[in-house]
């Protein structure tokens, strides 16, 4: 069975400083996507990056970069000289990738409360 | 491009009634999630599809609860009596194969 586990409930910080909310996933499967997805306080769900279980690269998008490492089955997300508009819920999800055409379900973690104070 | 339109936005009724929520992909989308958001229970599946057919319905809570794609750019999730417990906020998301996926609004169902 997939898993995913955000393991911070709630995270304050002050503004511009780094932040690193933590993802830790679980799945029998060779092949995967990683999300990471934002809810501001408006409610709605953003997508902000999806990765293949097979590219460990790490990635940077402006102040969003994200770590992937296959041999401890984390993806983390670094939010670099935090803005109070970074404040919001953040969800790391998991797909199965499958050879069958056709999208597989997204699994949450119980995401993570990000406070970015002025 | 328009995204993921979902309506209505906030919906109260009373306990017993009918209430439909209503999903409209975005363009060229071929699949089609259904999510119900809690706070004890987070985001939850409750139904997806591949080309206008059902894959996936284990999360459907019980048979009060109903997801129809009568074309591929269009769903429904009826609920029906509608109950308490089914308060929540529902999310509908599509995506292409098996690219990200992308969420409505969402509807905030209140019953009372």
């Known amino acids: 069975a997939q898993k995913v586990t955000q393991a911070q409930t709630e995270i304050s910080v002050v503004e511009k400083e780094d932040v690193t909310l933590d993802c830790v996933y679980e799945t029998r499967d060779t092949t995967y996507y990683l999300f990471w997805y934002k809810q501001p306080p408006s409610g709605e769900l953003v997508f902000l990056i999806r990765r293949n279980s097979f590219d460990e690269q790490n990635e940077i998008s402006g102040r969003y970069s994200w770590n992937f490492q296959k041999s401890t089955s984390s993806f983390n997300f670094t939010i670099t000289a935090s803005q109070v508009v970074d404040s919001a819920v953040y969800f790391c999800a998991l797909s199965e990738a499958r050879r069958i055409q056709g999208a597989q379900k997204l699994v949450f973690g119980q995401g993570t409360r990000l406070t970015i104070n002025p | 491009d328009a995204g993921v339109i979902q309506s209505p936005r906030h919906e109260v009724t009373e306990m017993g009634q009918e209430v439909t929520l209503r999903c409209k992909l975005i363009?060229?989308?071929?699949?089609l999630f259904w999510y119900r958001q809690t706070m004890m229970r987070g985001l939850e599946l409750l139904i997806y599809?591949?080309?206008?057919?059902?894959?996936?319905d284990s999360g459907m809570p019980e048979d009060r609860f109903s997801a129809k794609m009568p074309n591929a750019s269009f769903s429904t999730l009826k609920i029906q009596p509608s109950e308490p417990r089914d308060s929540a906020v529902y999310f509908c998301a599509s995506s292409l194969l098996q690219g990200a996926a992308f969420f409505g609004q969402g509807t905030r169902l209140t019953v009372v």
């Open positions: 363009s060229g989308h071929n699949s």
């Open positions: 599809f591949n080309n206008n057919v059902p894959i996936d």
